[in-house]
Structure formats: structure tokens, C-alpha cells
T-cell receptor, first 115, second 112 residues
């Protein structure tokens, strides 16, 4: 299994441009997430999905959109990029609902700079 | 919602010494507490976790303790090695819903 794969790894955007970060997982996980990581600020949840067709906002959703048309894919859309969106973005996934908690598997990260 | 506080934010230890990272959480319903290690430029990866029905768990040189009453949990690394240098994140979640809240991270430096 490749696990969680996200692209691109690096991208420079100009203010006002839009782009989509792609994410796919081959572990048949129902839960998928997008986090952003700012220096010294930990991991903040942007959006998450509990299954195909279902998405919900996390802590910092403004300026982003997501969709979940299949179990495998969970793209993150940035509309009208702003310098505040300069960050490292991690896509992640985990198994179905569990009473006892499940491991979150992260992608390798996407370094995005908005100039 | 859940709030996880983690300290210290940075920690330097001599090789061979022990390191302790502490976290507190706010939601008494949280029942799953994982720890992730993130090496420089890499993705976070799970190193150990503990469920609320357990007070302590060990895996070789790392151990986690949980005090549900005080809503504290800690990561202990013994006999530290240079390869332990990384950022460590604690997290808390209500297991079923998988909405994991992360702490701010602790940058551990092990000095050879």
C-alpha cells in the first residue's frame, strides 16, 4: 500500500490565485482530514470527512473548500490565495469509527507559499 | 470543544538522559491519547498511544502515563539518543468520532 499520497509537494502561488491540493489513500479508510501546520503552531484541522459525500469544518476552514466524491480521494481547494495561507498542509486518514480510537496516517505534506 | 495544552515547547537533553513531555486536556469525555513524532521535513507518525482505561503503557524506551482525574498525560523517553531529536505532538480525542485535537508540539533536541 502507498498509504496517503498528496500532491504537489511544493507550490508557490500568487495572491488571488486558486489551486487544489490532491489527496488519495489506498487503505480503504473512511475518515480523511486536512491539517495545516504553521511554524511553532502545531496541527490545525481545516476540514474532515467521515465518508464519501460527507464533509465537515474543522478549526480553521475559512478560505478552503473540500469534496469527497469517493472513499479514496479528498481534494482541498484554496480559493483566492492569501499570504496567511502560507503553510505546510497534511492530508491524513484513519479507519472507520472505533470506540477506542485509531491511528491517523499522514501524507508527506505539501509546502505552499503565497506571495 | 477539546483543548490540549502541551509543554515545554522546546526541550534539550544530553544523550542518555531522560525526557518528559506533559499535556493536559479539557474534555473529560476524551478517551484516546496518541503521541506523534515528526522528524524534520517529514510527516507526523504515531509512536505510542494510550486509552482511558489504562494508566500506563510502555514500549521499549518510551512510556506514556495518563491521569484521568487530573486530565494529564505524559510522554517519557529514557536513555535518549540523537535520533530521538524531533517534534513530538500529544493529542486527545473522543475515540469514536476521530476528531483529534493536537497539542502545539515539543521540539526535543538530544545533544550528543
Amino acid at each position: 500500500n502507498a498509504g496517503v499520497t498528496q500532491t504537489p509537494k511544493f507550490r508557490i502561488l500568487k495572491i488571488g490565485q486558486s489551486m487544489t491540493l490532491q489527496c488519495t489513500q489506498d487503505m480503504n479508510h473512511n475518515y480523511m482530514y486536512w491539517y495545516r501546520q504553521d511554524p511553532g503552531m502545531g496541527l490545525k484541522l481545516i476540514y474532515y470527512s467521515v465518508g464519501a459525500g460527507i464533509t465537515d469544518k474543522g478549526e480553521v476552514p475559512n478560505g478552503y473548500n473540500v469534496s469527497r466524491s469517493t472513499t479514496e480521494d479528498f481534494p482541498l481547494r484554496l480559493e483566492l490565495a492569501a499570504p496567511s495561507q502560507t503553510s505546510v498542509y497534511f492530508c491524513a486518514s484513519s479507519k472507520l469509527y472505533s470506540e477506542i480510537g485509531n491511528t491517523i496516517y499522514f501524507g508527506e505534506g505539501s509546502w505552499l507559499t503565497v506571495v | 470543544g477539546e483543548n490540549v495544552e502541551q509543554h515545554p515547547s522546546t526541550l534539550s537533553v544530553q544523550e542518555g538522559d531522560s525526557a518528559v513531555i506533559k499535556c493536559t486536556y479539557s474534555d473529560s469525555a476524551s478517551n484516546y491519547f496518541p503521541w506523534y513524532k515528526q522528524e524534520l521535513g517529514k510527516r507526523p507518525q504515531l509512536i505510542i498511544d494510550i486509552r482511558s482505561n489504562v494508566g500506563e503503557k510502555k514500549d521499549q524506551r518510551i512510556a506514556v502515563t495518563l491521569n484521568k482525574t487530573a486530565k494529564h498525560f505524559s510522554l517519557h523517553i529514557t536513555e535518549t539518543q540523537p535520533e530521538d531529536s524531533a517534534v513530538y505532538f500529544c493529542a486527545a480525542s473522543l475515540g469514536g468520532y476521530q476528531k483529534v485535537t493536537f497539542g502545539i508540539g515539543t521540539k526535543l533536541q538530544v545533544i550528543p
